[in-house]
């Protein structure tokens, strides 16, 4: 079992996990089962050139994609993807929206880090209030405010299958306050390529290979260098960023044109 300290308490634990790695053959899985696990305080960047199994990853931490084999387990609350709809329905307003949420993500919400106020004051700078309706809001307004949603909440475990609108001068804000959300404590897994949200928020790197085969886990800043020296990436590869949605109500479908950092 792969984890960053034989220590240290497991957040999130793969079992056998097999996942199909090729889009257009279902035959083609994983080769090696999955046996490892996530630890607490464990921020870890899954690094492929196949963005199809980061895919089915995060589609099956989020409860979309069904395992071919295998299971996993969080021992902790497991976040939507940070920056998807969380199953609001759009023609609820802000507040709405948020009492909707809070209700189901109470405890969550107790244990937050960023009180309602941040929340508001925030929003604010966007020139969104709370009677807004969701469906309302233009596009910027839109990727700001479910960033900042599903930041509000204090989660055990943060999926974050992309980051290319949190990195961009005009998140700044929300970075600031998933700073301050996140503690020695919490746990991340990401499979985003951009290397600039990687060394802000990530400790751990792992590299899988093209059938899901892990060829290297450890520090970070090794697993960047052994990415950069042994792995093919398409020169495109910013664009995957675009493609986790695996389901209308918790992803959105477009994201923003800011450049991904890839150096």
């Not at 199953?87 to 109470?106: Q, R, V």
């Amino acid at each position: 079992m792969l984890t960053s300290s034989s220590l240290a308490e497991p957040k999130l634990t793969f079992d056998r996990l097999t996942l199909r790695c090729d889009a257009s053959d279902s035959n083609i899985i994983n080769t090696t089962p999955w046996n490892w696990s996530i630890c607490t305080g464990e921020r870890l960047s899954v690094m492929s050139s196949n963005s199809f199994i980061k895919d089915q990853l995060m589609g099956a931490l989020s409860g979309f994609v069904q395992p071919v084999a295998g299971d996993f387990e969080a021992f902790g609350s497991l976040s939507w993807p940070l920056g998807g709809e969380g199953g609001l329905d759009s023609k609820l307003t802000i507040g709405n929206g948020l009492e909707f949420l809070s209700s189901i993500y109470s405890d969550c919400l107790e244990a937050s880090l960023v009180s309602i106020d941040d929340f508001f004051e925030v929003l604010q700078t966007r020139s969104i209030d709370s009677n807004t309706r969701v469906k309302d809001l233009v596009k910027g307004q839109k990727d700001f405010f479910y960033m900042i949603l599903s930041i509000l909440f204090s989660f055990d475990i943060y999926i974050i299958p992309r980051s290319k609108f949190l990195m961009t001068k005009e998140a700044k804000p929300l970075r600031n306050l998933l700073h301050k959300q996140l503690s020695d404590s919490k746990s991340l897994v990401s499979v985003t390529v951009n290397n600039r949200f990687r060394r802000e928020f990530c400790n751990r790197g792992m590299v899988l290979g093209s059938l899901g085969e892990i060829l290297f886990h450890g520090d970070l800043e090794e697993a960047i260098a052994y990415e950069q020296k042994n792995v093919m990436i398409k020169s495109g590869s910013e664009s995957e960023e675009n493609q986790f949605d695996m389901a209308s109500n918790l992803t959105n479908s477009d994201s923003s044109s800011d450049q991904s950092d890839v150096f």
